[in-house]
Every structure is written in C-alpha cells, then in structure tokens.
C-alpha cells in the first residue's frame, strides 16, 4: 500500500511548520546582504520584495505562526548563519556569493515579527537547503514528523530547494504560497509552477482552517 496522493491534510501529531530565512540579514533593508547597495538602487531591486514581506508574507507568517502554536504543531526556524566567526564552514557556494553571516550575530535572527518562542528550534544553515547543511532531517525524524509545511525566503531559491530534498527525502511537503517572497512576481510564480509536483500548496487561510485554527 502506497499513497497516490500529495493532497493529504496535516496531522497536528506528525506535522511541522519550518520557517526559511526569515532573518534580519536578508529581510531588511539594513540587513547584511543589503548593506552596501545605494538606497536608490536597492528599492530599484528590491522594492517589490520588502513590500510584499510587509504587506502579505510577514503577516501571514504571524498567522501561521499564532495558528500552529495554538494547535500544538512544532515550529521551527533555519537561517543562514555560519558556525563560525570567520565563515571558514561555509559551503563553497556561499564563499563564492559572499554570503557570511558570523555565529552569533545580528544578521543571523529571526526577524522580531515572528521571534522564536524559548523552547523552539532554530538551525543555522550554510548552504541554499537546510537538509544539506543541517541535520533537519534527523531531527524531524526523532520528533516523529512525516509532514513539513515551508514557508520563508527566497521562494525561488531555498524555499524551493527544501521543497524538493524534503520530497525526495520522503516528507508530505505543504508550501504556503501566500507565506513566502521572492524578488519579482514572476520569479515567485515561476516557482510555484517548477514545484508544483513536489507538495501541495495551500494558502494561509485554508491551511489554517485545516488545523481548526
């Protein structure tokens, strides 16, 4: 007996929610990655971004997040961060983008909106997806999760490539569209349409109806 089907609803008792990248270095505009990019430029590039984390992502990402506390589902949080100071851990494809985010600083929180509670877990990772950099997947097994709902930054990027190890790996995957952000609508939509067949994508609202939140 196999499924035949990704359309699955959560079990609060082998769920998760993982928020990706939701950190001060890379969604806000005195965050690391943006640090030395002229304010022109950087609305120029990256207005459409900032905008849709405000109006839509990050209140969603709250709903969720209030939601899933109430229904007693974990909540967990990756970030890029390095387990050094220097970055001398990073993988090669970090080095090479400049990405390094020390252990320990600022740039490496969670942004305040949706703060981590004391006793939930927080992965640094040094790499686009979490199961490569972390050890994610032996920790959701011990936790006895079967199901993963992602939501985070970027939804091209490392949202997509959680997505994908995280079916690959043999996880029921729930992306929340509306809980995710990229540079550009067509990039978010064009990844929505590439991943499609790796999890089901369900909407905050709907998601939260689901778990009678």
């Not at 359309?7 to 082998?14: F, K, T, W």
């Not at 994610?136 to 490539?161: A, F, H, K, P, W």
Request: glycine residues 8%; proline residues 4%; negative net charge.
């Amino acid at each position: 007996m196999h499924l035949t089907t990704r359309d699955i609803p959560l079990d609060p008792a082998r769920s998760a929610i993982l928020y990706i990248d939701v950190q001060n270095f890379s969604c806000r505009r005195d965050g690391g990655e943006f640090k030395d990019i002229p304010a022109a430029e950087l609305e120029a590039r990256c207005g459409y971004f900032f905008d849709r984390l405000a109006r839509i992502a990050v209140p969603n990402m709250q709903k969720l997040q209030s939601g899933f506390r109430a229904a007693g589902i974990e909540v967990m949080y990756t970030v890029i961060e390095s387990l050094t100071k220097d970055g001398r851990d990073r993988s090669l494809d970090y080095k090479i983008t400049g990405f390094n985010v020390p252990k320990g600083a600022w740039d490496g929180k969670v942004i305040e909106e949706i703060a981590p509670g004391e006793d939930e877990i927080v992965l640094p990772k040094t790499s686009s997806s979490v199961f490569i950099s972390t050890h994610i997947d032996y920790i959701l097994r011990n936790l006895g999760v079967s199901q993963i709902v992602l939501c985070g930054c970027l939804t091209d990027q490392c949202v997509e490539s959680a997505v994908r190890d995280a079916c690959d790996l043999g996880y029921l995957v729930t992306l929340v569209p509306d809980a995710c952000a990229t540079m550009t609508q067509a990039r978010h939509d064009t990844s929505l349409r590439a991943i499609k067949g790796y999890c089901r994508q369900v909407n905050t609202a709907d998601l939260l109806r689901e778990i009678g939140q």
